[in-house]
Every structure is written in C-alpha cells, then in structure tokens.
C-alpha cells in the first residue's frame, strides 16, 4: 500500500511539473480539479517539489523557478545520485537486459547510466566504452576485486563537467572514431518538440558524437525528467531505439513518448 501511494505521488508531481513546464503556473484548486485529491495533498506535493528546486511556491499555487524553462544550471553527479534511487534502479535492471553478451556498449555521464553501468559489471565479454568518471571508476573497481572478470574500459578522455561527465575535442574525437553496439545514454531533461537536452552546450555535443556512433539508442531517465528542456538539444525522441522510464512517467508523456520513440520500455510493468 505504502508503495502504491509513493507511486501516485510521483505521478501527482510528474503531472504538476509538466503543468508548470507548459503554462509557467498552477493554482492548488484547478489541481484539485484536475486530479481529484484535496488540496492537502496538493500543498504537501508543492512542498516536496519546492525542497528539490523544481518550483517556487506562490499564494494559490506555485511557479517555475528561475530559469526553468531553459535551464542553463548544471548540478554535480552527488546531487543527483541523491534524486529518484529507487526509479533509476528500476529503470537500470530493465536497461541491462538490452545488452546483450560480447558487445560493445557505451554510457554516457549521469546517474541513471551510472546505475546501468553497475548492472553491467558481469556480462561476459563486453567492451564499456564511456565518458563518464564514475562509470570508469566503477568498472576499474570490479576490476580489481578478484572475481568476475570485469568488462574491458575505454575511456574517452575530455574535460570534465560539474557532472564528472568528460566532454569537448578530445572526447569528441575519440568518440568519432567508434562504432558501438549500443549506447545507454542520459539526460538532464526530456521534452516533447525539445528532445533530449542538457544545460552544457560542450556534453550536448559529445553527446551528438556519442549518438552518431551508436548502432542503436536506449535512453534511460526517469519521471522527473519529463518536461524538463534544458538550454541545449542534443537528440530527439526519435532517434532513441529503446525509451527506457519508470512507472511514475505520466499517462500523457507516455502517450507522446510511444508515437516518437522506437519502443517505450516501463520499468517495472509486462512488456
């Protein structure tokens, strides 16, 4: 039951957000209305996305935070570890069934290919290649633990980003010169007409390189993710073979995601 109920709360505050992405705004009573709970629990939703940063409490209702709608603010990879565990997990164990043993997968930066990548670790044969400082960190480590012969790392090289990602020439360059099986990639937000997009124009463009170099696509990122546009594009929702979300995506952003995408995986529910 407790599980259920924290499941209609993400859906609850995935729907507020993408009200607030579209319209700037919303009041408590047309919540209310719209999602026939009390205004209690509407206030009490406020107030959590309000601790996160998503919204800014006003009289009635509440509005986007500064900058939101094409947020240019990058927080660090430990911020983020922090939001969502438990539907980045979800969404990790659905994403590592679509590798598949002896290949070669690549994983962007972020936490919820961080989480993939951990799911990865004892797949026989397989070639991580990344631009991700965690996701390397990760792989040297099972390296050493003496048991499961780790996976075979290329790292790209680049500058890092406040999200320990490494982007620019270097990585681009790397970058360019593979031909991967799969790429497992992340993103700051996720917005119907928008796309994948993040704050750093430098990743967006190592992610571009990424992309091109991908047989096939599958983007990892979890409800709060949706109606987020960040200040520079990098894909769109059709390029993405696989759209791999949680159970907390919203009945309308799922509607949207299934015209655009390859096929829409939700963590969680039969496929």
Known sequence: MAEQAAQLAHQRRAFILAAIQHDGTV???DLVGQLGVSDMTIRRD?????????VEKVY????????????GHEPGFDAKSDLEGAAKAAIAATAA????????????????AHAVAARLLGVPGLTIVTNSLPVAALVRAAGRDGGTP??????????????????GPVADLVIGSLHVDLLI???HGVAEGAGLTTPNLTEAQTNRALVA????????????????????????????????TDAGMPAPARAVLREAVGELLIAGEEH
Do not use: C, I, M, N
């Open 97 to 112: 069934t679509l590798v598949e043993p002896g290949s070669v997968v690549a994983l962007s930066g972020g936490t919820t």
């Open 150 to 167: 780790a996976p075979t790392l290329l790292l790209t090289g680049g500058t890092p980003t406040p999200s320990a990602a490494l982007v």
């Open 213 to 244: 170099s991908a047989r096939r696509v599958a983007v990892v990122a979890d409800h709060s993710k949706w109606g987020v546009v960040g200040l520079s594009g990098f894909a769109g929702l059709d390029q993405a073979d696989w759209f791999v």
């Open 27 to 29: 009041r408590v009573a």
């Open 46 to 54: 406020l107030d959590a996305l309000a601790r996160r940063g998503a």
């Open 185 to 187: 990639l992340g993103a």
């Open 60 to 71: 009635g209702g509440a509005v986007a935070t500064a900058g939101a709608g094409a947020s």
